[in-house]
């Protein structure tokens, strides 16, 4: 009786080793697939954060270069005003000179 209390024993053990490794294979398989899952996770926000960077500085570039345009287009409504007021003024001149002769 003594002896097949062990060997129940010892075949209880080898069923827990057995299920116990089993477990620890999948448990290490599952970490190492959330490690993985991690790794692909961090490279894509490594990858959107470059290119935001990016964005962010061509957002920068094309700002800059608008407010350049207005002020550029400022001048440029300026000289036109007063080539505007200039070409009246010389019309002016011109009937007058014409009403003159």
């Known amino acids: 009786m003594a002896a097949e209390e062990v060997s129940q024993t010892v075949d209880h053990y080898k069923t827990e080793i057995e299920r116990l490794t089993k477990e620890l294979t999948e448990t290490t398989h599952e970490k190492i697939q959330a490690a993985e899952y991690g790794l692909v996770v961090l490279e894509e926000k490594l990858t959107l954060?470059?290119?935001?960077?990016?964005?962010?500085?061509?957002?920068?570039?094309?700002?800059?270069?608008?407010?350049?345009?207005?002020?550029?287009?400022?001048?440029v409504e300026l000289q036109r005003i007063r080539m505007k007021d200039e070409i009246r003024e010389y019309k002016f001149r011109e009937a007058r000179l014409l009403q003159d002769y």
């Open 49 to 75: 954060k470059q290119q935001y960077d990016e964005l962010e500085a061509e957002y920068d570039s094309l700002k800059q270069e608008l407010e350049q345009l207005k002020e550029n287009n400022e001048m």
